[in-house]
C-alpha cells in the first residue's frame, strides 16, 4: 500500500492505495510531512484533489478501492450519486437505498467513508438542514459545502 501526504485548505490529507485503486482519503488533526515524491498510483489522486481545492473540478475520476461491508458499500456507491453544489438527507438517502426505516444505518455507514471528498459524505445533511454529523469536523463539512456552493458569499470589505 502506496501513501501521500499532501496540504490542503482543511489540513493535511493522506492518500493511500495501490494497483488496485484509492483505498482511502482522509483529512488529518496532526501534522505529517508533506510526501515530496507522489507514488506513481497515487499521482492522479493527488492532481484531481489540488484541481478541487482550486475550484476547477466537479467530479472524480478515479479507479476506487474502499474496503467496507456490503451495505457500506451500497451507501457510498449512493453517495457517488450526489451531484456537486447539491445536498441530501439522510433520510432521502435511505428512501433512495430502500429502506426508510435505515437511516441510521446509512448515517453510520456515511461516517464511516474512507474516500473523504471524493466518495462526498459531506453532501449529506440532515431534514432540518442542519449540518449533522461529519467525521472531519463540522467546520471543514460546512467550508467544503461552501466550497462548492454556486452561490458564494460576497465580502463587503476587504480583509
Same mark, same amino acid.
Given at each position: 500500500?502506496?501513501?501521500?501526504? %499532501?496540504?490542503?485548505? *482543511? /489540513?493535511?490529507?493522506? %492518500?493511500?492505495?495501490?494497483? $488496485? ?12 510531512? %508533506?510526501? @515530496?515524491?507522489?507514488? @506513481?498510483?497515487? @499521482? #492522479? ?11 476547477? !473540478?466537479?467530479?472524480? #475520476? ?11 458499500? !451500497?451507501?457510498?456507491?449512493?453517495? $457517488?450519486?450526489?451531484?456537486? /453544489?447539491?445536498?441530501?438527507?439522510? *433520510? ?6 430502500? #429502506?426508510? =426505516? ?12 474512507? $474516500?473523504? %471528498? ?22 471543514? =463539512? ?12 460576497? !465580502?463587503?470589505?476587504?480583509?
Amino acid at each position: 500500500m502506496e501513501e501521500a501526504y %499532501i496540504r490542503t485548505p *482543511l /489540513g493535511v490529507t493522506k %492518500i493511500a492505495g495501490d494497483d $488496485l485503486g484509492v483505498s482511502s482519503i482522509s483529512v488529518l488533526n496532526t501534522d505529517e510531512v %508533506i510526501t @515530496e515524491i507522489v507514488p @506513481e498510483v497515487l @499521482e #492522479d489522486a493527488v492532481y484531481q484533489l489540488n484541481e478541487y481545492f482550486e475550484g476547477k !473540478r466537479t467530479s472524480f #475520476d478515479l479507479l476506487l478501492n474502499p474496503i467496507g461491508t456490503d451495505f457500506q458499500q !451500497r451507501v457510498w456507491k449512493e453517495l $457517488l450519486q450526489i451531484p456537486y /453544489g447539491k445536498t441530501v438527507s439522510y *433520510l432521502q438517502l435511505s428512501k433512495t437505498l430502500g #429502506d426508510v =426505516k435505515a437511516t441510521r444505518a446509512v448515517a453510520a455507514a456515511n461516517g464511516k467513508n474512507p $474516500l473523504w %471528498i471524493v466518495v462526498p459524505c459531506h453532501r449529506v445533511i440532515g431534514s432540518d438542514g442542519s449540518l449533522t454529523g461529519y467525521a472531519g469536523g463540522l467546520s471543514r =463539512k460546512k467550508w467544503l459545502l461552501e466550497h462548492e456552493s454556486p452561490y458564494k458569499q460576497q !465580502r463587503l470589505f476587504n480583509v
